[in-house]
């Protein structure tokens, strides 16, 4: 639901790449870092930079990509809350969420407008991908299982973002 996500059909990744996220995700919890807000409180997202070495696709992913972007992995502990917020306007504008974790009941992302009260939701009980405007007031509650995801994370406006999808253009084959 434009402006706050997109959800689409493509998978962009394959479920072995997956696996092996996930894998990698599982085997490093002790390097995921708390992310803390400007006010000095923790936001309750847990996060990790991941380099695409770790599997081809993910390299092949920034290759096709016609903005330039990172990834990162967050991850949420069960039952734990991210707070309503807009993240920085450097870096994360717009970010594309592949949910890995957990495979049922996948807990949503939850949107509010310029009042704070609630808008709108995505929901990914799908496991299918969205993109999601970072620059709208977010949060969630997680429920009892890990909740992880991996991120492509654009500088570029969400909007841009998504007409070029839209448009075709913003993944091209090798």
């Known amino acids: 639901m434009e402006p706050y996500f997109l ?7 394959s479920t072995g790449c997956k696996n ?6 599982l085997e490093n919890q002790d390097k995921f870092k708390a992310y ?4 000095g409180q923790y936001d309750g997202n847990n996060f990790v930079k991941l ?8 390299k092949n992913l ?11 992995l967050l991850m949420h502990k069960p039952y734990q809350e991210v707070v309503k917020h807009r993240d920085g306007p450097f870096g994360r504008n717009c970010v594309l969420i592949i949910p890995l974790l957990p495979v049922v009941d ?4 939850n949107f509010y407008d310029i009042h704070g009260t609630f808008a709108t939701k995505c929901i990914f009980s799908d496991l299918k991908p969205a993109f999601v405007n970072t620059q709208q ?5 997680n429920k009892a299982n890990m909740r992880l995801n991996l991120q492509l994370c654009f500088d ?13 253009k913003l993944f091209n084959p090798i």
């Open 106 to 109: 996948y807990p949503p992302t």
């Open 137 to 141: 007031t977010h949060g969630l509650t």
């Open 20 to 25: 092996k996220v996930i894998n990698f995700a």
């Open 36 to 39: 803390k807000m400007k006010s």
């Open 7 to 13: 959800k689409i059909d493509d998978n962009l990744i």
């Open 156 to 168: 570029t406006a969400f909007e841009k973002v998504v007409e070029l999808y839209k448009d075709k």
């Open 62 to 72: 920034i290759t096709q990509c016609s903005l330039d972007f990172y990834y990162m």
């Open 51 to 58: 380099e695409p070495h770790i599997d081809s696709e993910l």
